[in-house]
């Protein structure tokens, strides 16, 4: 099987010590393409030392991360946008608005999240949404931009199944990870009505990790559990599911 991580944070401190290890664990897994979502101006630097040690297989990504959005968003859209122009990047990401955490910053994070939306259009990129309890804002603002005018995914789908028709008849996938193997999580029936050819598979490691790994750090490798889990919510083998969401990642990322 050949997966792609569409969203893994493989440049975070949690990694320093056996990066290489968890990077070797995850080709023997079958992943093949880690994509890194960018969170700030701070995080850029050891997003591009991954992709430098690690090339074709760690992809880098450019955003200012939600709740990284404070007094001076503005000079970090700047930053954003410059490197947009200096580097290569796959997508957009990751964006959106994030209520859980704090709400001091929703109208900055809005005009953030709004100004992502134009970058992605300006490069043709994909973007990849954080929509922590903030899903209908999202669409909102999704809606007043111009439905079809981007696309990308839903980092870590958290609607129910009605939502995600909702996002995925606007031209957007919905992305999974361990979050599908929880007891009474609400990802599963998402997933079902999104159907196969709107998924994309993901980690967010080093965070969310699958059962039986739960409250563990998160590595690529464990997307076997990920890929076992919808293979059995969608009666289709897990090979299917390795293969149909990497080409929805390859042809969202044009890989």
Not at 58 to 71: D, I, Q, Y
Request: negative net charge.
């Amino acid at each position: 099987m050949q997966i792609i991580d569409t969203h893994n944070h493989i440049y975070l401190p949690e990694f320093d010590a056996d990066r290489d290890e968890v990077v070797e664990r995850s080709l023997a897994a079958g992943v093949g393409r880690i994509m890194m979502p960018n969170i700030d101006s701070s995080s850029v630097a050891p997003m591009l030392a991954a992709e430098e040690r690690y090339p074709g297989i760690c992809l880098p990504m450019m955003a200012l991360h939600p709740t990284s959005v404070k007094e001076s968003f503005r000079d970090e859209l700047a930053a954003v946008e410059a490197a947009l122009s200096d580097h290569r990047y796959y997508g957009i990401g990751e964006t959106g608005i994030d209520l859980y955490w704090d709400k001091t910053f929703v109208k900055a994070q809005t005009v953030s999240f709004r100004r992502h939306l134009e970058l992605a259009e300006e490069h043709d990129l994909p973007v990849i949404i954080h929509a922590r309890e903030s899903l209908d804002l999202i669409i909102e603002v999704i809606s007043e931009f111009g439905n079809g005018r981007v696309k990308g995914i839903f980092h870590a789908f958290p609607g129910t199944a009605e939502d995600a028709c909702r996002v995925t008849a606007m031209g957007f996938m919905i992305g999974i990870g361990g979050v599908v193997t929880f007891r009474n999580g609400r990802q599963g029936e998402a997933a079902i009505a999104a159907g196969i050819n709107n998924i994309v598979l993901e980690t967010d490691a080093p965070y969310l990790a699958p059962v039986p790994f739960r409250g563990k750090r998160n590595e690529a490798a464990y997307l076997a559990y990920v890929t076992d889990k919808l293979s059995e919510l969608l009666a289709i083998t897990p090979a299917e599911v390795a293969d149909r969401t990497t080409e929805n990642a390859r042809r969202l990322f044009r890989l």
